[in-house]
């Protein structure tokens, strides 16, 4: 009796994020996926029903990813500079841990069917949301498109990371992002 391998999605989706990054949406194949994931390419269909759905997959574990150590932060019961601590070093960390799947979403997201790039569209705008109410908590002064300003800026800052690697080790990296985000929000951390 034949049985499943349950680790195969994900390596089909590792396999993915990689070749994606690099060659682009239209540059890779389900046969490349699967081949690079270790089985034949049609075997990835068991687990996506198209090149489209592993993508849609990819995108949603981004910003689930996100939106879950967000909510954690905002749900903690913690002061708001401490939630901010928590929304800085989320962003910071995926966008240097993670940089494959990063850049993947800022070059891919086009590539997505109509409904599901509104979805995480909305996804995003509730991410900056929870944002912007911290920020908000902190400097009371900001109008409200001031601090949305300074978290797009802060985001924005920290995933320059996707397109640019200067060879720093990855600690520097991560110092650096934190307190250019920092400055983008105008709290010090």
């Given amino acids: ?7 195969r999605r994900v390596r089909i989706l590792r396999a993915a994020t990689s070749l994606l990054a690099e ?26 029903d198209s ?17 879950r150590t967000a909510s954690d932060a905002a749900g903690s019961g913690r002061d708001e500079r401490e939630v901010l601590a928590d929304l800085v070093r989320g962003q910071v960390l995926f966008a240097v841990d993670d940089r494959a799947l990063l850049q993947l979403y800022q070059r891919e ?22 944002w912007v109410h911290v920020l908000l908590e902190l400097r009371p002064e900001l109008t409200d498109g001031v601090a949305r300003a300074c978290v797009h800026a802060a985001i924005g800052a920290v995933q320059s990371v996707a397109t640019y690697d200067g060879g720093l080790p990855r600690d520097d990296v991560v110092d650096l992002l934190t307190r250019a985000a920092y400055a983008c929000l105008g709290v010090a951390p």
């Fill in 51 to 67: 090149k489209s759905a592993v993508l849609v997959a990819l995108l949603d574990e981004v910003m689930d990813r996100l939106l």
């Fill in 23 to 48: 060659r682009g949406f239209h540059g890779v194949s389900m046969a490349d996926i699967g081949g690079a994931a270790g089985i034949v390419g049609s075997g990835v269909y068991r687990h996506f």
């Fill in 109 to 130: 997201v086009h590539s997505l069917p109509d409904t599901d790039r509104r979805r995480l569209r909305r996804s995003q705008r509730h991410y900056v949301e929870e």
């Fill in 1 to 7: 009796m034949r049985t499943r391998d349950p680790d």
